[in-house]
Structure formats: structure tokens, C-alpha cells
């Protein structure tokens, strides 16, 4: 028996795992001394291994390259030659008809490494020649990126998981890191016992609520006018840092005239709080010696989501906040590379490094370093657009590597009308996902276990994961697959390992140059490395934005903080009397995104399955006659699903919370986009819905 190092496939907490093997399987997981888990592990890490090895509770591995000849035919096994060929005819037939543009590619955020996400944006790019490329971000941490980059230039979390025991201020807005990042949740209690000072504003009354010293309970989707209303009490009360503002920020004047707008007398009635509690959430912020902010998909999913990440920086710049140890801003990433599919460039704004490819300079750069006369230099379609640039014949053919839109994406009936306009869908998968079930081709890869890289933690932590056992069936490595590609399209792609892909992203990327491997390794593989670490000896940052005197500069391209808000705005949809609650998708403590892969594991499919629930107040529920664990139709004005009452006063009335991996009780189906017109990230949070129980049928 032995035991392999991993960093956990699940949320982006960063834990390093003991994966034991015997025999060529793996038999159990256990805590590994990692920085950010110290030994810790959550339900999701301990028992979120068995689906490697094929346990068909939700559905089958695959195993074969797989291909459709005719739409609505059947899928039949194909060689891996008879594959790569086809699809290389069907993308050569597209871009000669169409262009470049009408091909998409998707990074994933999911099991695979920044090394693949590294050479799938460099194939969508060099290969085929577009910048349709983008990752699941666009789906959640999306507005963090854009709000983060233009508020303080970089699109990534300031703080560090670790600094959170020291951090004397926790403020925590819109993230349940009981339920997402249950290991973070560890720390928060840690920094509690340290003295910390816990403010949570959230409409549910989730777990960390119980030990906030402020629970802030605001209305759904009044996120950026409760904001407005600290910024005017840190403004009235003078608890601004002059001196910081001055020196380190721009804008102030402008921003000030628009928080004049907003005593918290005046926004009491949009957010339901009470004039004191803003008050006292502005002082227990400002004052304290070191804050920190966290927040999760309660700020990004809505349509001013990029907005409200924006205000919440500005409470940092407002009050020095930020540049500092222990302090600053923290989108708490959801999947466990997502901040590394982000890091990689699988995004159709910036190559890897988060450099624009509408930059010359970057674009002369990676055409020298890739060998391609001339980089595409518009921005491509996000991910979010596909299905309505396949409805206008604009997108022909999308190559999805560990993504699921039929389940993840809102507006599923739309989505899947779109997907069926394209000429060719590829899933590269492990499982027959809900989209690999009407996929064109199927490209089985390897999965968590079964191959090696780096993964990126929320916390711009790099961390190598290793291979452990030796995959089942007729499949192939991620990257090993797109090169196979690339090259059959003419643009030769050869890696021998994971290692000489990263040291060419290493050489193009400065501020993760001293990232190497050997770094990484240390240590028995617990190395852990955060970008920036722009030299060899670099041990990398733990936090950003110090200028290494004392003071603070920003990665804005004047180097100061950009303070922003704007007006509040109601959610683009409002309840009525035909839909008078509002339902918002939440997340599962036991399992992780579309549930492909929690869901084939046994331990967490008993501990919830489908058809999943539906958290309702108790007020609401006994209004409508609804018992728990009774079977309900939750019904918006897109359709219908079914699923089970969870009836407890942990929720707010007038409100119904969902989450979204369940096939039955599939609540995306329910849900419009309402994209963010900068990130393009869907307004989940708030959608008018009603509830009856399936009695009453
Ligand atoms: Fe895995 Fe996240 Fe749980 Fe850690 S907290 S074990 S990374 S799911």
C-alpha cells in the first residue's frame, strides 16, 4: 500500500489529500499536512474518491472515444485515430465556411490541470485561431475577476486562506464557507477564538451567522445599496483613512456624490436593515486593526454583480484596508481550478497571466513564443453566449472540455435549443454528463488520480498533484488530447510532460516565473507557491498590493485604487402575484457543481439525492400548506420542476433557496440569464418562482 499526494478535486480551499492505493486502487483518503488544511479534511475530501474507479451510481465513466455520424443517431465507439480525424475534417470544413470565430473552446475548472487549461487556450488561439475561449468562471467568480481587476488591477484574492486566523475583522458577504469551503469555515472559527470581530451578511441564516457578532440578514438583491449605505457612514463618521485615500486612490469625489445618496435611513426600506446595524457594520469594519473582506456567489450572480464586487473593494480603499497583512479582498473561488483556469488565460479577454490579447505588446509576445504569424486581437464569445450565438449561426462547433452547460448554465431549455444548432459538440469528459449526452464526439479522459499537474488554490496558491493509479479503458490526458488535435489540424503541438508544459507558461508569464516545480515539490509535494513569484528565489506572496516600502500600490495602470460605485438597481426580474417568491440557487455541503462527480461517489450520493430540496421558510410553507420533506413543483414562467420542501426558519420569508445539481429538480431550468453587461455572468440570484405541493395537482 502506498500513499500519493493530491491537492482535494472539490472546492478551491486548497487541501492537500493522502490518496492511499493498494493494489492499483485507491482505497481511501486521508488529511495530508497541507498549508491550507493542516492535516483537515471535509466530507468532500475524505470521501469524494470512489467515482475514479467506475462506480455507476449516476452514470457510467468514459471509456472509449465515441462519435455521432448522423444528428440523432446513435454514439458508437471509435479508435482514438477515427476520432481525431473526424473532428479534424468537421473543424477544417467550419473555419473554411465560417471562420475561425465559429469555433468555441471551454477550459474547466474541474480535475484537470493548469497545464491543460495552459495548452487548451494556446489551441483555441494558435491552432484555430480565436479567442473563443472561456472557463466556468464566467458562471460565478466572473465579476470578481472584472470588478477586482478594474477597481485594483488584479482579478484575484489580495489575502491569503491562512491570514484569515490573524485577520481581526471578517466581514462575509453573500458565501456560506460552512457549506462551500467547509475548511475555510475552520479557520473563521479559529480566527473567532483568536478575538476576531465576524460580520455576516447574508438573507439565510447560514451556519456562520450563529457566531457573527452582526448578522446582517438584508433583502435579496439589495446588495449595492446596504454597500452605499456603510460607504456613507464611513464617510459622515469620518472613519475614511485620509491619508490612504489621498495617496493610494482615485476617484473619491465622484464616488462621494453618489454615496450621499444613500443614508441608511433612506435604504432601510430596500434592504431591511436597520439604520444602527449599517452603522455598526461600518464602524466594527473600519476600526478594526486588521479587515478583511470574503464574499461568494450572493455577490457575483447577480446583474450588477461586477458592481458590487467594485463597491465592496471600495470599502477597502475607503478605509486602507487592503495591502497589508491579514486585510484585504477575498472572492472565495468555488471550484477547485477555477482561479487556475483563470490564471491559464481560459478566458476570451487574456492570455495566460492576465494579459489582454487586445495588447499589442502581449499579443507580439505570444505570437514569437507559439510561432503563429499573427494572433486573433478581439475579445471572443464568453461562455455564457454560446447557445444564443448558436441560435444566430454565428457559433458552429463548441469543443467542451469538463464542463456540463445542459446542467450548469440557466435557461436550460434555451440552452439546449441553442447546443442544437451546432454543427459539431465535443465533450471531453469523464462521464456522460448531461451535455455528453448529446455530444457529437465524446473524448474520454483521465480524471483526479489518473494524471499530474499544478492546480491553482482561491488564494493564488500553486500546489502539484500527482498520479496515482492508472486509468481504466481507452483514455487519454487531457492535454495529451488537445495536442493530438492541434496537430492533426496542422499546428504541431509535442509535450512529453506536464513539466515542460508549465515551464513554457513560467517563461511567459513574469509574475509566475519563480513558481517552478521544484519549489512545488517540496517538502514531500506540500509546496505551495502564490503568484506573484516573479524570480527563482521568490518564495512568492502571501498577500498583494505592498510596494515593498510600506506603503501600497495597486496593479491599476496608474497604480492607484480606483474607488467606484454606482446606483442600486432591482434585480431585471420582480416577484408578482402569479410568482411571488423568489427562488436563488445556494450550494450542497456534499456535493460539488453538476454533480458528476460527488454523485458517483457512494458515501456523498446517500448523504443527499435526488430530486434534491427546496429550502422554504416556515411562515411561507404553512401559508401554502407545505409540510416537509413533502414533494413540491417549484414553477417559474420558464417551466417546472420537482423537488422536496426543507422547511425551517433558517431561511428568510418571500424567499426559496435551490441548489443546482439535481437532474429531476434541475432548478437552472427555472432561472433567466440576465447577463452582466461586463462579465456576462447570469443573474441566478433572483428569479420570481412559486410553489405547490404536488397534492395540489
Ligand atoms: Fe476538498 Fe474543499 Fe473540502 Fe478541502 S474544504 S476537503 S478542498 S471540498
Redesign the pocket.
Known amino acids: 500500500m502506498k500513499n500519493v499526494i493530491e491537492?482535494?478535486?472539490?472546492?478551491?480551499?486548497?487541501?492537500k489529500?493522502n490518496l492511499s492505493i493498494n493494489n492499483g486502487k485507491v482505497i481511501g483518503a486521508s488529511?495530508a499536512n497541507g498549508l491550507?488544511?493542516e492535516g483537515?479534511?471535509?466530507?468532500?475530501?475524505?470521501y469524494?474518491w470512489d467515482f475514479i474507479h467506475d462506480t455507476k451510481i449516476l452514470t457510467p465513466r468514459l471509456k472509449n472515444p465515441m462519435i455521432r455520424r448522423e444528428k440523432k443517431g446513435e454514439l458508437e465507439a471509435v479508435s482514438w485515430q477515427e476520432a481525431i480525424a473526424f473532428i479534424t475534417e468537421k473543424f477544417k470544413a467550419i473555419k473554411d465556411q465560417y471562420g475561425a470565430d465559429a469555433i468555441m473552446c471551454s477550459g474547466s475548472s474541474r480535475s484537470t490541470g493548469n497545464e491543460t487549461n495552459y495548452v487548451m487556450q494556446k489551441f483555441a488561439r494558435a491552432a484555430i485561431g480565436t479567442n473563443n475561449v472561456d472557463c466556468c468562471a464566467r458562471v460565478c467568480h466572473g465579476p470578481s475577476v472584472a470588478g477586482l481587476q478594474l477597481s485594483v488591477g488584479g482579478g484575484a484574492m489580495s489575502n491569503s486562506i491562512v491570514e484569515i486566523d490573524d485577520t481581526k475583522c471578517i466581514f462575509i458577504f453573500g458565501w456560506n464557507p460552512a457549506t462551500s469551503?467547509?475548511?475555510?469555515a475552520r479557520r473563521i472559527l479559529r480566527a473567532k477564538e483568536n478575538g476576531a470581530k465576524i460580520i455576516v451578511c447574508d438573507p439565510r441564516k447560514i451556519e456562520t451567522a450563529r457566531i457573527a457578532d452582526i448578522y446582517v440578514p438584508l433583502k435579496n438583491g439589495s446588495n449595492i445599496a446596504f454597500l452605499n449605505s456603510v460607504a456613507y457612514v464611513l464617510l459622515e463618521e469620518n472613519l475614511t483613512n485620509r491619508s490612504f485615500i489621498d495617496k493610494y486612490t482615485d476617484g473619491f469625489e465622484q464616488f462621494k456624490q453618489i454615496i450621499m445618496q444613500y443614508p441608511p435611513e433612506s435604504t432601510q426600506a430596500i434592504t431591511g436593515i436597520d439604520p444602527f446595524v449599517v452603522r455598526e457594520v461600518a464602524r466594527m469594519y473600519a476600526t478594526s486593526p486588521t479587515s478583511g473582506i470574503f464574499w461568494g456567489m450572493g455577490v457575483c450572480q447577480f446583474y450588477q454583480g461586477v458592481e458590487t464586487v467594485r463597491a465592496l473593494a471600495s470599502l477597502a480603499l475607503l478605509t486602507g484596508q487592503i495591502g497589508r497583512p491579514n486585510t484585504g479582498l477575498g472572492p472565495v473561488r468555488g471550484q477547485?481550478n477555477v482561479q487556475g483556469a483563470c490564471d491559464m488565460g481560459a478566458l476570451p479577454n487574456q492570455f495566460p497571466g492576465y494579459q489582454n490579447v487586445t495588447d499589442p505588446e502581449a499579443r507580439a509576445k505570444f505570437e514569437k513564443a507559439w510561432g503563429v504569424e499573427k494572433l486573433p486581437d478581439t475579445i471572443g464569445t464568453y461562455l455564457t453566449e454560446i447557445a444564443m450565438k448558436a441560435e444566430q449561426g454565428l457559433l458552429k462547433a463548441f469543443y467542451c472540455m469538463g464542463e456540463d452547460p445542459l446542467q450548469t448554465e440557466p435557461d436550460l431549455s434555451a440552452v439546449r435549443h441553442g447546443f442544437s444548432k451546432l454543427d459539431l459538440l465535443i465533450v471531453q469528459d469523464v462521464f456522460m454528463t448531461k451535455t455528453a449526452a448529446v455530444a457529437d464526439v465524446i473524448l474520454p479522459a483521465t480524471t483526479w488520480g489518473e494524471h499530474e499537474g499544478v492546480y491553482s488554490a482561491a488564494d493564488r496558491g500553486f500546489q502539484r498533484f500527482y498520479k496515482a493509479v492508472e486509468p481504466v479503458g481507452d483514455v487519454k490526458v487531457d492535454w495529451e488530447i488537445i495536442s493530438l488535435l492541434s496537430s492533426a489540424l496542422g499546428y504541431p503541438m509535442h509535450y512529453n510532460n506536464t513539466q515542460e508544459i508549465w515551464d513554457e507558461l513560467r517563461e511567459l508569464c513574469p509574475q509566475y516565473y519563480g513558481a517552478t516545480y521544484e519549489k512545488m515539490d517540496a517538502n514531500g509535494g506540500l509546496g505551495y507557491v502564490q503568484w506573484p513569484c516573479p524570480t527563482l528565489d521568490s518564495p512568492g506572496s502571501r498577500y498583494l498590493y505592498s510596494d515593498g516600502q510600506g506603503g501600497v500600490k495597486f496593479d491599476t495602470p496608474n497604480g492607484k485604487g480606483q474607488l467606484f460605485t454606482c446606483d442600486w438597481a432591482h434585480p431585471v426580474e420582480r416577484t408578482n402575484d402569479e410568482y411571488p417568491l423568489i427562488l436563488t440557487t445556494v450550494r450542497e455541503v456534499g456535493h460539488?457543481s453538476c454533480r458528476s462527480m460527488t454523485g458517483n461517489c457512494r458515501a456523498l450520493a446517500i448523504l443527499a439525492d435526488e430530486p434534491g430540496y427546496v429550502q422554504i421558510n416556515i411562515q411561507d410553507a404553512k401559508a401554502l400548506n407545505i409540510k416537509d420533506d413533502e414533494l413540491v413543483w417549484i414553477e417559474s414562467c420558464r417551466g417546472k420542476v420537482i423537488s422536496r420542501a426543507s422547511v425551517s426558519d433558517r431561511t428568510n420569508k418571500g424567499a426559496v433557496y435551490m441548489t443546482y445539481q439535481w437532474w429531476i429538480g434541475a432548478c437552472n431550468e427555472l432561472i433567466g440569464e440576465h447577463l452582466s453587461p461586463i462579465s456576462r455572468t447570469p443573474e441566478y440570484k433572483y428569479v420570481p418562482v412559486k410553489l405547490t405541493s404536488i397534492n395540489d395537482q
Open positions: 491537492v482535494c478535486p472539490y472546492c478551491g480551499s486548497g487541501c489529500i488529511g491550507t488544511n483537515e479534511l471535509c466530507l468532500k475530501g475524505l469524494g469551503h467547509p475548511i475555510i477547485n460539488y
